[in-house]
């Protein structure tokens, strides 16, 4: 089955810089990435997906790339805010399987 | 929002205790999907239901049963509970459009087994 591996575990940035989460996926199979935002005692919040067929996908401050030949994806966060800091997951999701998810970076912002 | 709702928002059981978590979900979105997630991890999948059939399950015992209803609402049912199920439980139902499937989180129900 699918195994998803996202790095770091936690993740402190100042206010106004750049932070950038990476994960990786074994199932060549999967075509599909979203990103989800945890909140304290919320359920996640999908914020940005890319599918197979694009390498790279910009909503605001967030971008998320691919590259489906390394098998890996990343989180882009630019001029990071407060209200930035959650937990983060990666998840990848092949077609008749499941949506497996990365094991999640802490991301602090420091004012 | 995401229009999926669960209840109830946190749960204390015994062990060797039955529990039942609902999830309502948005109108139109046929799947549904629940998730264990434990402190610390990303969430675990545990079971998929489409149009009130099991659709896919994950690495969980038989004790985990689930159902779905025409309403699109639906239910995770634990029986035999054991200290290792306290955990953050998760619906998630599915909008599809085209050929695209998106999931969409609700709340969590938080359990407690002592």
């Known amino acids: 089955g699918e195994n998803v591996e996202q790095h770091p575990s936690t993740l402190s940035v100042q206010e106004g810089d750049s932070a950038v989460i990476k994960c990786t996926y074994s199932d060549s199979a999967s075509n599909y990435f979203p990103w989800y935002k945890q909140e304290l005692g919320k359920g996640p919040q999908l914020i940005i997906d890319?599918?197979?067929?694009?390498g790279e996908k910009k909503d605001q401050r967030i971008a998320v790339t691919l590259n489906k030949t390394a098998k890996h994806f990343s989180l882009h966060i630019t001029e990071t805010q407060p209200e930035d800091s959650a937990v983060y997951f990666c998840?990848?999701?092949?077609?008749?399987?499941?949506?497996?998810f990365g094991t999640g970076t802490r991301l602090t912002i420091i004012p | 929002e995401t229009g999926v709702t669960q209840s109830p928002t946190h749960l204390i059981k015994t062990r060797g205790q039955q529990v039942t978590l609902r999830c309502s979900s948005q109108s139109g979105h046929n799947t549904v999907s629940w998730y264990q997630q434990a402190l610390g991890q990303g969430p675990q999948f545990i079971f998929q239901y489409y149009r009130e059939e099991e659709n896919g399950r994950g690495n969980f015992p038989p004790r985990f049963s689930g159902l779905q209803f025409p309403n699109y609402s639906s239910e995770l049912n634990v029986n035999a509970l054991e200290l290792d199920d306290s955990a953050l439980y998760l619906c998630?139902?599915?909008?599809?459009?085209?050929?695209?499937?998106?999931?969409?989180f609700g709340p969590g129900t938080r359990l407690t087994v002592l």
């Open positions: 998840a990848a999701y092949a077609p008749n399987e499941k949506l497996t």
């Open positions: 998630a139902s599915t909008k599809t459009s085209g050929s695209r499937d998106t999931q969409y």
């Open positions: 890319i599918r197979s067929n694009v």
